[in-house]
């Protein structure tokens, strides 16, 4: 029997998010959108992997003492396993045993698909895609455009599909959300040839978080997404802000690679290219230098030390100056893309933020929008220092443009699309 025939029982989908040297997953079910399963292994390929696996809906605790080798259970009620993972496939399959021990392993009826983050889908690959040859084969093309993160979603997709070859495998792309920016928006100011035979254009990324978010901004205003404006500000530690109309996205800050756009935790964003040659010609910098200096070592941390804003906070309370101006550069880049996209959708119906700083730092959320009372923009103080984990406005009642926090999800957006695209062909579940 395929899976297909047995689709009207099969809610489950398992999302992977392959690194180079991690594997992230989630198995969720799609009746509800309930996650079953969560965890990761890390350092594959190291001396030490490290696997921790938990049972978040079940209350976390599924140690049951049946430890052997490296097994504990884990600080936080999961279970963590140590030992040596040497490849993707080492690492999945143990990932499948604690799955199974739960009784929820991938040879269960119920699991529907498979569904995997990719990092770059270039122009080709607009919507979720099932697997087969010939997009391996599309993928394994783009890797030139996404060196670290492509061969990595390669080795995942392989590796699940040599463990369960029957079940369907989707991928599901950082860039897809992208690709309705138009050509306007999406090309940079080169010559056309030289662009074109690289492949050089503003492909942008975390979209399935921009499309998260923008579609559960709509919902919080009770609208259809097609009806409203929104500009997605995504703070992570990899940072970038989207504007969307009317479902679409027609900018993005992020371009050929994550570098462009915001200030983030380690990646500098928008600079003026010629720093590069200044720095190769004049400071006798490498390329890989100079690559890792902007993507490693700038941002927050190139700026006072520290990425992480909750220190940058505390500091700053100390009287710090270095952590003052990391903070005042980091909101200076983000308004100007408020702003700018402001100007680029003409009518704004809300400012979401989401991400680890975007969902948690209420005074980064306080000082982007400070000053942007002529864009609509304005604060509720009261509101704005709640911490929730759902999705909530912070802006004072009537305001002509309202500020949301709104907690991204991939893996349940990964989950969502995998799941429709694999259920086309029969009745929606209920
Ligand atoms: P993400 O990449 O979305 O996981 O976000 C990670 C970043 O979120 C960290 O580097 C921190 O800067 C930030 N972050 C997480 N929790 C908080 C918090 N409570 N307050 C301020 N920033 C936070």
Redesign the pocket.
């Known amino acids: 029997m395929s899976s297909y025939d047995a689709a009207d029982t099969a809610t489950r989908v398992l999302v992977l998010n392959s690194g180079s040297s991690s594997l992230k997953y989630q198995l969720l079910d799609m009746r509800n959108g309930s996650r079953l399963a969560v965890g990761m292994v890390e350092r594959i390929g190291e001396k030490t992997s490290r696997l921790v696996h938990t049972l978040p809906e079940s209350g976390g605790d599924s140690s049951d003492g049946d430890s052997s080798g490296g097994d504990s259970s884990g600080g936080d009620g999961g279970r963590e396993r140590t030992g040596r993972f040497a490849d993707h496939a080492k690492a999945l399959e143990a990932v499948a045993d604690e799955l199974a021990h739960d009784g929820i392993g991938l040879d269960s009826p119920e699991l529907a698909a498979i569904g995997h983050r990719v990092v770059h889908g270039g122009l080709g690959f607009s919507e979720p895609t099932l697997i087969d040859d010939g997009v391996l084969a599309e993928i394994e093309r783009l890797v030139p455009l996404a060196p670290l993160h492509n061969p990595a979603n390669l080795l995942g997709i392989r590796t699940a599909r040599a463990l369960r070859p029957d079940l369907p495998q989707v991928a599901v792309f950082d860039t897809a959300f992208h690709t309705t920016m138009p050509e306007y928006a999406a090309r940079y100011a080169i010559d056309t040839a030289t662009a074109d035979a690289h492949r050089i254009r503003r492909y942008g990324f975390h979209g399935t978080s921009h499309a998260y978010v923008s579609r559960r901004t709509a919902e919080l205003l009770g609208k259809d997404p097609s009806e409203v404006n929104v500009i997605v500000l995504?703070?992570?530690?990899?940072a970038s802000a989207s504007a969307v109309a009317g479902g679409r996205c027609v900018d993005t800050s992020m371009g050929l690679t994550p570098l462009e756009g915001l200030v983030m935790?380690t990646r500098s964003g928008d600079i003026d290219p010629a720093v590069t040659f200044h720095l190769r010609r004049v400071a006798g910098m490498s390329v890989d230098e100079i690559d890792e200096l902007l993507n490693k070592k700038s941002g927050?941390v190139g700026l006072c030390g520290d990425?992480?804003?909750?220190?940058?906070?505390r500091r700053i309370d100390e009287g710090d100056e270095r952590a003052r101006l990391a903070f005042d550069i980091y909101i200076h880049r983000l308004k100007k893309y408020i702003g700018a996209y402001s100007a680029v959708l003409g009518r704004v119906d809300a400012v979401a933020f989401?991400?680890?700083?975007?969902?948690?730092?209420a005074e980064?959320r306080e000082a982007a929008v400070a000053g942007l009372e002529a864009l609509g923009l304005a604060m509720d103080a009261k509101r704005n220092a709640v911490r929730s984990g759902e999705p909530r406005i912070v802006s004072p009642d009537g305001a002509r443009t309202v500020v949301a926090v709104v907690p991204?999800d991939e893996e349940l957006e990964i989950a969502r699309q995998t799941f429709a695209l694999i259920g086309e062909d029969r009745p929606a579940i209920a």
């Open positions: 995504h703070l992570g530690n990899g935790g927050l990425n992480d804003m909750r220190e940058i906070r989401t991400a680890g700083v975007g969902e948690n730092a980064v991204t």
